[in-house]
């Protein structure tokens, strides 16, 4: 028989389901719950960016990362690495702050296993190439300190095991500064093959601003230009590896006269 309409069941159905929630938004309240007439920034902020842009996409906080990269980095540059005393193209990393960040209260802490000419009261510690030294008041390397504006810092907590000594690095330079990081390269005045191959000779040098042959070369030009004949080749010590040899003190430019004591 066909289906009767019954006014009073239709009521009965009614009332059961009336408290039924299939989904839609309490009242008063989108369907991502926040309120029609929120007035917080916030919730106005959520409301547009789902309704106008989508859904808000998960944010990823990659900023400790990045600094744990950046420090990993770091501490491969600054790590020790042997000098090539024959070689120009080589650089060498420093830690250290610009002189107007320095906390004029720092202390250095050093450590049982770190290198003992890293102390200031270290007996040898005027021939250490002063980037690392990080003591700023330090009299045997201040001057150096304040001409580049830069002052020395640990990096971190490993030991610091070996160290460069200013005999192997006689007018090396700071070629850039940036993130607390100081770069170094020899100086072209004082080429490394001329300070320390002992036997080279003059004639052999194509540096032309080393002042360690300039003496040599200036004479053999003035005896050309004047017509005499030029010098004869042979084997001439510069200024520098004489002093080596007779174990005289070497100080480079911009250096200050260390004490005898």
Request: proline share 8%; glycine share 4%.
């Amino acid at each position: 028989p066909e289906h009767q309409h019954d006014p009073l069941e239709e009521q009965r159905l009614l009332s059961l389901t009336s408290n039924w929630n299939f989904g839609e938004p309490e009242s008063g309240f989108d369907s991502d719950g926040i309120p029609y007439d929120s007035d917080s920034p916030a919730d106005i902020a959520n409301w547009n960016a789902r309704h106008y842009n989508g859904p808000i996409p998960g944010i990823s906080d990659t900023s400790s990362e990045e600094e744990t990269d950046k420090e990993e980095e770091a501490r491969q540059l600054i790590r020790y690495q042997e000098i090539d005393m024959s070689s120009d193209n080589q650089q060498r990393h420093f830690y250290g702050v610009p002189a107007n960040q320095r906390d004029r209260d720092y202390t250095p802490k050093l450590h049982t296993e770190d290198h003992p000419t890293l102390r200031s009261d270290h007996r040898n510690h005027q021939t250490l190439f002063w980037p690392q030294c990080f003591f700023d008041k330090c009299k045997e390397h201040l001057r150096d300190k304040h001409e580049y504006q830069f002052y020395p810092r640990r990096h971190n907590e490993h030991p610091i095991r070996n160290v460069y000594m200013i005999s192997t690095m006689i007018g090396w330079t700071m070629i850039t500064f940036d993130n607390n990081l100081a770069t170094f390269s020899p100086s072209p005045q004082y080429p490394m093959r001329c300070q320390h191959d002992d036997t080279m000779k003059w004639e052999e040098c194509r540096k032309d601003e080393c002042l360690l042959h300039a003496t040599q070369k200036s004479k053999a030009l003035r005896l050309l230009q004047e017509g005499s004949s030029p010098p004869k080749l042979r084997f001439q010590e510069n200024r520098l590896t004489k002093a080596r040899r007779e174990g005289k003190h070497i100080t480079y430019p911009g250096q200050p006269e260390q004490s005898k004591n």
